[in-house]
């Protein structure tokens, strides 16, 4: 089983960037992980994914205003997070799966065996 503990949350004005980070106890290079996020009420929701290759998947919310990467060096998972909006406000969540390729179900909560417990970012209007 792998921990992952997510930080690099907070709050921030609309138009501004936060970058979170995910500190893996695996080697991060061999999974496939991701970043999801719930808001109040609603269901959690993919965000992005990154393979063993690099390959990268995004939501089209974010499309163009988050990248995923890798940190192989620390063994984390990071998310650049650009122009946020208030619809960004949410909990995110960072998963991962015992795979190299994430796949075309790279967007699907049952995909992913591991998970944090989450970190706030709230965007204001």
């Known amino acids: 089983q792998v921990h992952l503990e997510e930080s690099g949350g907070g709050s921030v004005q609309a138009g501004g960037s936060l970058t979170l980070s995910c500190l893996s106890t695996k080697h991060v290079p061999r999974y496939c992980m991701a970043w999801f996020r719930q808001a109040p009420g609603k269901e959690r929701e993919a965000v992005a994914a990154?393979?063993?290759?690099?390959?990268?998947n995004y939501a089209d919310s974010v499309q163009g205003r988050f990248f995923i990467s890798k940190d192989y060096g620390k063994n984390t998972l990071n998310l650049e997070m650009n122009n946020l909006k208030p619809e960004d406000t949410a909990r995110y969540f960072c998963a991962a799966v015992a795979a190299f390729w994430c796949g075309g179900g790279w967007s699907g909560v049952g995909r992913y065996d591991d998970w944090g417990q989450g970190i706030q970012v709230t965007v204001s209007s």
């Open positions: 990154i393979d063993k290759d690099e390959r990268r």
